[in-house]
């Protein structure tokens, strides 16, 4: 299934120009380049948080420009998981029902409410937070609460996670295992990754790095020196 | 949690997260509804009350055969006009011919309760030296029961009215120094005259009815009156005692006779509580309108403070549907426990104030009545005003686009 985004140029101050950009299913991209360049702006238009003003995304196979909204945030919540810069959990509900959400949205795709619970269960033991199931988010740290987030991303089986700056908030140590989880989830289960980032160490782990440059993409290389 | 579903979760939550505005708003219109259960109940306890001091002992609609009309015997014509002194007959008693017929039809009209006949004239009453004029109510009793409550009206004695039987207003039988059981003998107008045993003394709430009434069987009243076979006004009560004048005016167009109601009797009463009615319903509209706005405005400060969330839902996949859906609850939510706690602080405050408030007899001003059904019926409807008046905060929240939301 590959990801085709074509030619986009979402908002009125035309921010991007004409983007042409292909992601194959399990591919681990970063995508960087200086600030006002438009990393954001692509990422949510990929997203399906913002629509293109011209062009084609093809997403999973289907044309999703034509997509009404409902179909769009079906598709938002099927195909791709975001995970924030800042974590966005819910604070009115513990990490276990933050991570579970995505799926008691539409229950009965995938098995029902205890199948979801189990598997967000996993997840959170994944990450490491076994212990936290019932803490709010108010009671973790940084670091735990991405975590958090990065569970909640995966729980429904995404083909593709969005990721945006998701370390930026983070010191080097708690971003670094945060990295380290995606990369882990990036093996295990062929989930693509698209990161956006400003840190050239975090880009340099990744297979993949696109450099946008004034809302144009000023190259697309592949990364042979990909670390662990 | 996840038993009951996501979106009435997210609103539950959402709700308590924001404790103090909840609490605020459910307080609202917990005191709204307790107002109106409170005014509610206020008002039918003292119209009913009102009600029956006014018709007291009389019946909602009387029946009577129409008045004798005087005319002319001589028209004058507008060339030549008559001049001419008419003088009324000294009035006779006019009564009903075929009165059964004339009763099932009335029985039959939409809105009658129950109808009794009724043969009354003037009279004098007679214990001993002691004489005083009276009026001489013959009737069935079983029937007149249905119509005008007399059980309640009982001092003493027991309510029958066999042949030889009568009762009497409490007034009388001071007047005539009768107790129970003692015999009174009725003369008539007419000049017959009847001995009767008296059965009960009645309070028929005004002195004046006190002083006049005797009651008899119909048969001892005819002959007493000369007017054996016949009667001089059918009595007449109805379901609704605030549409007696529509009662009677649907009798008055099926039957020639003369119709009078309470309420063209009382109309001034009649008027007031209307007034009345028309001002409470008014208030409680008013209150209706007060307690919606807050529910809304409470809600709409709750959709731009949850703003990040409600993003961050629609990111990862809520539909705009899911996002009013938790809205709309949380307005039900809200009005219905409102109503409920409302229906508990309203009964509270009645039976508070019926304790305090009394009438002139002493007895409560008004009763409490619990019913459950009509506790029910407000929560139902609070629910439904929630409901309203969480549309719009609701499709703000929907409309929320969230990428902005989430940048904040």
């Known amino acids: ?228 | 949690m996840t038993a009951l579903g996501f979106e009435l979760t997210v609103a539950l939550r959402f709700l308590r997260e924001g404790r103090m505005q909840t609490a605020l708003i459910i307080g609202g219109a917990a005191v709204g509804v307790a107002v109106i259960f409170f005014i509610t109940a206020v008002l039918t306890g003292v119209q009913g009350d009102l009600i029956r001091r006014v018709t007291g002992a009389q019946p909602h609609v009387v029946v009577k055969p129409p008045e004798e009309t005087v005319a002319p015997l001589l028209a004058g014509t507008p060339d030549a006009p008559r001049v001419a002194a008419v003088q009324a007959r000294p009035q006779r008693l006019t009564t009903i011919d075929g009165w059964p017929a004339l009763a099932r039809a009335t029985e039959m009209t939409d809105g009658v309760l129950a109808v009794a006949p009724v043969a009354s004239g003037s009279a004098l009453g007679i214990k001993g030296d002691a004489s005083r004029s009276v009026v001489v109510l013959g009737t069935e009793l079983d029937r007149y029961l249905r119509v005008v409550r007399l059980d309640d009206k009982v001092k003493a004695g027991v309510l029958q009215l066999e042949p030889g039987d009568a009762l009497i207003g409490i007034e009388l039988a001071k007047d005539l120094g009768a107790v129970l059981g003692d015999r009174i003998r009725v003369q008539s107008a007419q000049g017959s005259s009847e001995v009767f045993r008296i059965r009960a003394l009645l309070d028929l709430g005004s002195r004046e009815l006190n002083r006049r009434y005797v009651y008899t069987d119909l048969r001892a009243a005819q002959s007493l009156l000369g007017i054996p076979g016949r009667i001089t006004n059918l009595d007449v009560s109805v379901r609704d005692i605030m549409r007696a004048d529509e009662v009677a005016g649907q009798l008055r167009a099926q039957s020639g006779q003369l119709i009078e109601s309470w309420i063209q009797t009382n109309n001034q009463v009649f008027a007031a509580i209307n007034n009345q009615n028309i001002m409470t319903l008014l208030i409680r509209v008013f209150i209706t309108i007060v307690v919606a706005l807050g529910i809304a405005s409470v809600l709409v400060v709750s959709v731009v403070q949850k703003r990040k969330e409600i993003g961050i839902l629609r990111a990862v996949g809520a539909t705009r549907r899911q996002m009013l859906v938790v809205f709309l609850l949380q307005g039900v939510m809200v009005g219905a426990s409102g109503a409920l706690l409302g229906s508990g602080l309203g009964l509270m405050l009645v039976s508070v104030f019926s304790r305090v408030l009394r009438n002139a007899e002493g007895q409560a001003l008004f009763t409490m009545q619990f019913d459950f059904g009509l506790v029910g019926a407000v929560m139902a409807g609070a629910a439904l005003l929630g409901l309203l008046a969480a549309v719009l905060p609701a499709r703000t929240a929907a409309r929320l686009d969230p990428a902005q939301a989430i940048r904040g």
Do not use: W
């Not at chain 1, 936290?132 to 988010?137: E, H, I, S």
């Open chain 1, 1 to 228: 299934m590959r990801k085709t985004y074509n030619a986009g140029l979402p908002n009125a101050e035309e921010v991007l120009h004409g983007i042409d950009l292909q992601i194959q299913p399990g591919e681990f991209t970063a995508l960087i380049g200086p600030s006002g360049s438009g990393k954001s702006t692509l990422l949510n238009a990929i997203g399906l948080l913002e629509s293109a003003s011209g062009g084609s995304y093809h997403l999973a196979g289907r044309d999703v420009t034509v997509f009404d909204d409902d179909e769009r945030t079906r598709a938002r919540h099927d195909v791709l998981g975001f995970i924030f810069q800042f974590h966005h959990l819910l604070p009115a509900f513990t990490a276990l029902e933050n991570v579970m959400m995505p799926g008691l949205m539409r229950p009965q795709g995938k098995g029902g409410p205890a199948v979801i619970r189990s598997r967000a269960a996993a997840l959170l033991d994944a990450v490491g937070l076994r212990d936290a199931y019932d803490k709010k988010p108010q009671e973790l740290s940084g670091g735990m609460q991405q975590r958090v987030a990065v569970a909640r991303a995966l729980v429904v089986g995404p083909q593709l996670v969005l990721a945006d700056e998701p370390t930026g908030n983070l010191d080097t140590h708690a971003g670094d295992s945060i990295f380290a989880l995606l990369r882990q989830f990036n093996r295990d289960s062929g989930t693509a990754l698209l990161i956006v980032t400003h840190d050239p160490r975090l880009a340099a782990r990744c297979d993949r790095i696109v450099e946008l440059v004034d809302g144009q993409i000023a190259s697309d290389r592949a990364n042979t020196v990909a670390g662990a």
